[in-house]
């Protein structure tokens, strides 16, 4: 199991610390599809009890990242088909209003972040980092919107599809394409656009939707 051995056995919050570790190595693809999470080895490497283990599985059950299955226990949750297309569906439908509220809340301070993520993101020749970048330059712009319940169901989102849309940006060699739509929205957000920033949002993902379950089959 790809996991780092931590000692948490003197942390009030072990539960959060497995979680964490967990959902990042779930999201980041260390702990794969159908893997099993024993809870035994887990707490052996936190040096923790099975109690904040058998916690943050339940909560990755919660976000979907994991599944019981009988006589295999909570193992990595896969992503079907319709699962996917549920999920962009429902990123079309929220994220470009949250946009279309942030923009006009949005500082220079805030724009210039988001450039920053997103020159990152462009430069970047290592797709462990995509997901965590092309997340970086949304989330700058979206916590201008001041919707955390919206952001807090769209991170939930991200998580079940992450790993997922990171593998399909190298199949789809999709980094180009996902730059010049990252410079769209970036410079809509900079004209004060918010109109045409929620329009270039849900032509982001609708087009990452149909790109994602074109490769699908390949992902796993």
């Given at each position: ?16 610390i497995?979680f ?28 923790t009890s099975?109690?904040?283990?058998r916690?943050a ?9 994991v ?11 896969g992503?079907?088909?319709?699962e996917a ?18 923009v ?17 993101f462009?430069?970047s ?9 092309n ?17 807090d ?8 599809i ?8 190298v199949?789809s ?18 004209d004060?656009n918010a ?10 993902i609708t087009?990452?939707r149909?790109s ?9």
């Open positions: 199991m790809k996991l780092k051995s931590v000692d948490i056995s003197k942390t009030a919050s072990a539960s959060s497995v964490e570790a967990l959902r990042k190595a779930i999201i980041e693809g260390d702990l794969t599809e159908g893997e099993p999470l024993r809870q035994d080895e887990i707490a052996r490497l936190f040096n099975r109690i904040p283990v916690e599985i339940s909560r990755l059950e919660e976000h979907g990242l599944k019981t299955q009988r006589y295999k226990g909570a193992v990595v949750s992503l079907s088909a319709s297309e549920e999920i962009f569906d429902f990123r079309a439908l929220v994220e470009p209003e949250v946009i279309r509220r942030a006009p809340q949005m500082s220079q301070e805030t724009l210039a972040q988001a450039r920053e993520s997103w020159a990152a462009s430069k020749d290592d797709p462990m980092t995509w997901g965590e970048l997340r970086d330059f949304h989330s700058v712009l979206y916590q201008a919107s001041g919707l955390q319940y919206h952001l169901i769209i991170d939930n989102a991200m998580d079940r992450d790993r997922y849309l990171r593998a399909q940006l199949l060699n999709g980094m180009e394409r996902a730059n010049e739509e990252h410079m769209g929205i970036w410079q809509a957000c900079m004060g109109e045409q920033a929620a329009e270039l949002t849900r032509q982001h087009g990452a149909e994602l379950l074109q490769n699908l089959s390949n992902l796993r």
